[in-house]
């Protein structure tokens, strides 16, 4: 049953930024939603502005949805993209935001960690075509080190969007000396390989292209050193997860 939410009272959430034309973050062309706050500390993050549940802009629903029904003509084989960020950590505002897409008969989509109280994030997935989950690595040891955060409820998430059977997209950013050992690879290969709901894995070299960011912010870039994976580091990585039957690029 869907959620019932009170349309009297304006929603308002706080975002980052939009991105209006955006063609990496799900099927065709996206309207690209970036909201405001994240739980996880990852070494690798390139929005690091976007920790912060405090900043970013505070905005109602309508005005985003208004700002969407500009560009709908150009996403009807895309259609719309909360990231963050973590969209969960703003469940109401999320939720709300891609009921109004449906009604709109667009394309929905949520770029997501998982790292959340499952509870919190099922009226979100109410209105969710597709979830594209970051999972950041599979040993809780390295996984901890990575995000600052546990891998557990990532995973919980993960078994959840099966059992529902929500179409997903799984996303891994290797970097190297970081993310790369082959038993973390072939331990999150094989458990994406359970999920009968997952169409699709993407691996994501690691960049560098946020590492201004962290300057600005006065925050120490602990991975200044670390160079992007070579185009052959990167296919060996998605042959282990095809390896698992999966489709992977």
Same mark, same amino acid.
């Given at each position: 049953?869907? =959620?019932?939410?009170?349309?009297? =009272? %304006? ?10 034309? +955006? =063609? ?23 929005? %690091? ?45 999320? !939720? ?6 449906? $009604? ?70 290797? @970097? ?5 050992? $082959? $038993?973390?690879?072939? +331990?999150?290969? &094989?458990?994406? !390989?359970?999920?009968?709901?997952? $169409? ?17 912010? +006065?925050? %120490? ?6 160079? %992007?994976?070579?185009?052959? &580091? @990167? ?8 390896? &698992?039957?999966?489709? !992977?690029?």
């Amino acid at each position: 049953m869907d =959620t019932v939410i009170n349309t009297l =009272t %304006p929603v308002t959430g706080r975002i980052h930024s939009i991105e209006t034309c +955006g =063609t990496v973050d799900g099927p065709g062309i996206r309207f690209v939603i970036f909201t405001q706050g994240c739980p996880l500390r990852c070494l690798y993050c390139h929005n %690091p502005d976007c920790r912060d549940p405090h900043d970013g802009k505070a905005v109602t629903v309508e005005e985003l949805m208004s700002e969407v029904r500009k560009y709908k003509p150009y996403l009807r084989k895309g259609g719309v993209t909360i990231t963050g960020g973590e969209p969960l950590m703003q469940p109401h505002f999320v !939720a709300e935001i891609l009921r109004r897409c449906h $009604e709109l008969g667009l394309h929905t989509a949520l770029d997501t960690s998982g790292f959340v109280e499952l509870e919190a994030a099922k009226s979100v997935l109410e209105h969710t075509d597709l979830v594209l989950l970051d999972i950041k690595s599979f040993l809780p040891d390295l996984y901890r080190e990575v995000t600052h955060v546990p891998l557990e409820p990532t995973l919980i998430f993960a078994r959840h969007l099966a059992q529902i059977n929500k179409p997903t997209w799984i996303r891994f950013v290797l @970097v190297p000396g970081l993310t790369d050992p $082959e $038993e973390n690879v072939k +331990g999150l290969a &094989q458990f994406v !390989a359970t999920l009968s709901n997952v $169409e699709r894995v993407e691996v994501l070299p690691f960049h560098k292209m946020g590492e201004y960011k962290w300057q600005q912010l +006065g925050l %120490p870039y602990l991975l200044k050193d670390v160079e %992007p994976p070579s185009p052959e &580091q @990167v296919a060996k990585v998605v042959q282990i997860f095809r390896d &698992q039957g999966l489709k !992977a690029s």
